[in-house]
C-alpha cells in the first residue's frame, strides 16, 4: 500500500545501454517531475545485463521492460504493483502494459506511402515485434483511399535487420 505523507518510491527496471531504454526513462522521469514528486531508483544496465532490485528494497511499484523469465520472476517475488513497458508478449506475464501499437503504426506508415503513389517499399526491422505486419495489411487493402478513389494493392518487402557488421561489407562491393 502506497504510504501517503512520503512520496511514492518506483524502481525503474529499464536497461539504459541503448536510445530506446534512455528515452523510457527519460520519459518516466519527466511524468514523475510533473505529477509527483516521486523517488525513482534507475537500473542502469546493459540491454543484455540482468536487471535486479536492490537488496530489502522497500519501494510502492515497479516499471519494468519484461522482455525475460528472469524479470517476470523478479517482479513476481517482489509482490508489488507493476508495469511493462515492453512490447514483447510473454505467457503468464500479465502485468498492465504500456507499449506502442507498432501494427498500428506500420498501416499508417504504409498508408502515407500508398496516398503518395508507392507501389513498392520495404520494412528492415525485427520481425518478432515489427510493425511490417500492419504493413503488409495495409498494402493489400484494394478498398478506397481517403480520397475515395480505389488503391491498387501494393508489393512490401519485410526484411530482418543486418546483423553487425553486414552493412559495412555490402557498402565494401559498390
Not at 536492490?54 to 511499484?61: L, N
Not at 517475488?77 to 502485468?95: H, Q
Not at 496516398?115 to 505486419?133: E, I, K, M
Request: hydrophobic share 40%; proline share 9%; charged share 20%.
Amino acid at each position: 500500500m502506497p504510504r501517503t505523507k512520503e512520496p511514492p518510491r518506483v524502481a525503474v527496471l529499464v536497461g539504459t545501454s541503448t536510445g530506446w531504454g534512455r528515452s523510457i526513462v527519460r520519459g518516466i522521469a519527466n511524468y514523475a517531475n510533473k505529477h509527483g514528486p516521486w523517488h525513482l531508483w534507475v537500473e542502469g544496465a546493459g540491454q543484455n545485463e540482468r536487471l535486479r532490485l536492490p537488496p530489502d528494497w522497500a519501494g510502492d511499484g515497479i516499471i519494468a521492460r519484461v522482455a525475460d523469465r528472469p524479470t517476470v520472476k523478479l517482479l513476481d517475488e517482489a509482490t508489488l504493483p507493476a508495469v511493462n513497458v515492453s512490447g514483447i508478449v510473454l505467457r503468464g506475464a500479465d502485468y498492465p502494459r504500456v507499449a506502442s501499437d507498432l501494427a498500428a503504426a506500420g498501416r499508417l506508415a504504409a498508408e502515407y506511402l500508398l496516398d503518395r503513389g508507392l507501389r513498392q517499399f520495404g520494412y528492415v526491422g525485427s520481425s518478432a515485434t515489427s510493425a511490417c505486419p500492419g504493413w503488409v495489411t495495409s498494402a493489400a487493402t484494394t478498398g478506397p483511399s481517403r480520397r475515395g478513389l480505389p488503391r491498387p494493392a501494393a508489393v512490401v518487402r519485410c526484411a530482418p535487420p543486418p546483423r553487425s557488421g553486414d552493412a559495412i561489407r555490402n557498402s565494401d562491393r559498390r
